[in-house]
């Protein structure tokens, strides 16, 4: 009987050259395309706050329309403070919160008002959007 030898040479698979070069070019392709990526979150963020800013702000104006002033809170657009002038809620969904999680910063003078959002805790940006 003849023994037959193994011919690994016609097995199909991967060495581990061909396997660590395609982690290294995977390395590679990751390393240039993550930067570009990383500030996008931000970006899309800050475009929801000013879509939120306008709709607040859309919301506003029609509250104004019909009390003749601008309220003196943001609560005032989603509850009815007695007023029978009221034609809210004018905000269907309730009060947003900026795309960070808290509250937008609103301030009152009667005839103009400001919004706006504190932006990225710690980033010092802020989001506004005024009538003036």
């Known amino acids: 009987m ?5 011919d690994y040479s016609s097995t199909a698979g991967f060495t581990l ?3 660590l070069l ?10 240039v395309a993550v930067p570009r990526f990383a500030g996008r979150t931000g970006q899309a963020k800050e475009g929801a706050a000013k879509a939120s800013i306008k709709a607040i702000g859309v919301a506003l104006d029609l509250y104004e329309m019909d009390h003749g002033s601008y309220p ?3 609560n005032a657009l989603v509850e009815n403070s007695g007023s029978s002038e009221w034609r ?3 905000l269907k969904d309730g009060l947003p919160k900026d ?3 808290n509250d937008f910063i609103y301030s009152s003078q009667g005839a103009s008002y400001d919004l706006k959002s504190g932006g990225e805790p710690g980033s ?3 989001i506004t959007g005024k009538n003036d």
Do not use: Q
């Open 2 to 6: 003849k023994k037959r030898k193994a």
């Open 17 to 19: 050259i061909e396997i």
């Open 124 to 126: 010092g940006k802020e």
């Open 99 to 101: 795309p960070w999680g």
């Open 88 to 90: 809210g809620p004018y």
């Open 22 to 31: 395609v982690v290294v070019i995977i390395g590679i392709l990751a390393a």
């Open 72 to 74: 003196a809170s943001l």
